[in-house]
């Protein structure tokens, strides 16, 4: 069994902050050790790890993905957009998952680290399954 994160993203590339909604399931699980797997079902988004305590993290992050894969019109697989077909690329090199441990009922991080969505063909509406397995 999994839940599921539902995430409204705005126009364009951007990283929303989730790991109050993924803690939140662990909380309602009682999990108190095991791992927290979390997969995004989308070929133009992404799950990465980095700090949030800097909000302008996220704004380099997204200007220098921007600057390695750009929106261009000479893609060979431009099916919907230019942005769609950037997407694709953005979305293979940051990945649609992640696995992170839980101790104490908590996912265990390092001091700034925090789980974010990344949508490259915003906006639109996101999904992260979530499944948590108790040791």
Do not use: W
């Not at 590339?13 to 699980?29: H, K, P």
């Not at 993905?65 to 690329?89: E, L, N, Q």
């Not at 998952?97 to 509406?125: A, H, I, M, N, W």
Request: hydrophobic residues 40%.
């Amino acid at each position: 069994m999994h839940e599921t994160i539902t995430v409204d993203t705005p126009k364009g590339d951007s990283l929303t902050y989730i790991s109050d909604q993924v803690q939140g399931i662990i909380d309602q699980s009682g999990v108190q050790s095991g791992i927290c797997l979390l997969v995004v079902p989308h070929t133009t988004a992404a799950i990465t790890i980095n700090s949030y305590l800097d909000p302008n993290t996220a704004v380099d992050i997204v200007a220098d993905v921007r600057r390695i894969v750009p929106t261009r019109t000479d893609f060979t697989h431009i099916f919907d957009t230019p942005a769609d077909a950037a997407g694709h690329i953005k979305a293979s090199l940051i990945g649609n998952s992640e696995t992170v441990f839980v101790e104490d009922g908590k996912l265990l991080f390092g001091f700034s680290q925090g789980l974010f969505l990344y949508d490259f063909d915003g906006p639109r509406r996101r999904k992260v399954y979530v499944k948590i397995i108790e040791d």
